[in-house]
């Protein structure tokens, strides 16, 4: 009897349970709707708020938990104070980062795109843009060395199609951050339903591999087949045109699903609010790059760093600890004098030249190469004190602030690739409205008839601007270095940029991250190659939150 009793008070107080559970269930969703300081529900207002997420890398990336750290501290050596870091301590912020360096495989998908009439349309505007993507192969060219055969193999041929990329500009390498931006956010909105689907690849183009030849059309086939959207692009699809409601009359699936504030023409476009698109990719800060080459986070136990490390990897020296592969060398670099790659039977480094972009071991972030194989092109304009002047959070020299070039109208000019043109930040502040009004009456006087933009940090005095309103640039325009320039006493100006890392023709102590070098922005190396970063937004923590202590966090 007893037994029969307490069973009906257990299925009664879970029955109870259950419904106090699907109460609160209902209540969270109910929450999640409305709001926590009016009351009222976003729904009647017109307005949807997205499910809060946190974007995860874009493909090619790996995530990099930032933290603080002593730029220049694992310097070793002392290479002349123009190469050197000086220490000082900064935090840098959780970012992702390419896993590997760009490789020419991934430059010859980007050239292919551009010489494709389906992607560009004017003719002329696709002929100067694959032009000015192409490589500077005669980096090979050596006048006392026989290197003519990477001259015109080292780009093309599928024998190096996983080698770094190499004769790119950093100007290339920006633009080339860009392109791809545009490519991922497309992909993704056309995979989504959100923008027409791609059609399917037709015969002539499915017939060939990466590096062979098309027997249909007799034309090399490109190293990955990219099939079209359905409908035929008069412009080159462009996150910041799209996100102004601008671009190709597409309409996916999925639009219907997109909210629209009452009141309010449908822009059948995804916005910034839906979570949906990419972060930018873009170079990394030299802050960036040292503390990833580094990966201090492998060494770290509870905020306490165990080991320094004067490489990528740990240990004093070049060669590996381990007992299974103990002696090998742990990065593409030149020896001595003499030396690229050890003696025949028993290569060192097994690498002549640079070596495929997943070679050796990655450090404990899990990038490949972050010393030795090629240099890489970091975001910062050079300068020898650059130690004197900085933030201690995610320090960068080289902001050059733009502003979105519309016209009178308010619609993005584009320039010859069908990206937003940009123009010199008139600002540093919120301008009131008033002065918001007259600034685009003037800009509306300036660019009409006129699609072409003003170079960032050229005057616009001539439209009524007043330069003294400029935000500040931090290329360091005022600290007297471009006026040495011009007087022919200084190499370094505004378009010095900063490379690091060692490549293959370079010795061991070039390797340490905390090494700096410059290059004017529009030369190439055969040393010389880069990989891209990309801005994690929302929370920084990367790592697993299990056996770490955390505060309780309220229910919503």
Known sequence: MKRNTLEKYMVFGILILSIGLSACSKLKSKSSDTSSKTGKSYKNAGIKVASKIKRGPGPGLIAIEGGTFVIGGSLNQDLGFENDNTRRRVTVNSFYMD???????????????????????????????????????????????YNEPWVTNYLRHPAYQDYPVVGITWVQAQEYCKWRTDRVNEDILRKKGYLEPYKKPNAATTTATAGQTNTTTGTPAPPAVQPNPTTPQTTPFNTTVYLNGQGNPEKGK??????????????????????????????????????????LAGNTSYENIEDGKIYPWNGMGVRSAKKKTQGLIMANFKRGSGDNMGTGGWLNDKAAI??????????????YNMAGNVN???????????????????????NQYVDVKRDASGKVVTD????????????????????????QTKLAATTAGSSTPTPAGQSTTAAGFDPDKRSVNQAGVNDGAQALYDQGISLVNNKSKVFKGGSWNDRAAWLNPATRRFMQEDESSAEIGFRCVMTLVGDPQVTSKSGKPQFRKPKK
């Not at 043109?421 to 409205?433: F, N, Q």
């Open 99 to 145: 896993e590997t360096e760009v490789s020419n495989l991934d430059w010859m998908e980007y050239l292919y795109w551009l010489k494709d009439p389906a992607n560009i349309a004017d003719k002329e505007a696709r002929a100067e843009l694959y032009y000015e993507a192409l490589p500077d192969t005669l980096v090979w060219r050596r006048p006392l060395s």
């Open 254 to 295: 999925n639009l219907k699903n997109l909210a629209v504030q009452k009141g309010v023409a449908p822009p059948n476009h995804v916005r910034v609010e839906d979570g949906i698109l990419q972060e930018p990719y873009r170079l990394p800060t030299e802050a960036e790059w040292e503390y990833a080459a580094l990966a």
């Open 354 to 367: 640079t070596a495929p972009v997943k070679s050796y071991v990655p450090n404990d972030f899990g990038l």
């Open 376 to 398: 890489e092109w970091t975001g910062d304009t050079y300068r020898k004190l650059s130690y004197e002047e900085f933030d201690d959070f995610n320090p960068h020299r080289g």
């Open 416 to 439: 010859k690739s069908g990206r937003a043109a940009t123009t010199a930040a008139v600002s540093s502040k919120k301008l009131s409205y008033k002065e918001f009004q007259e600034q």
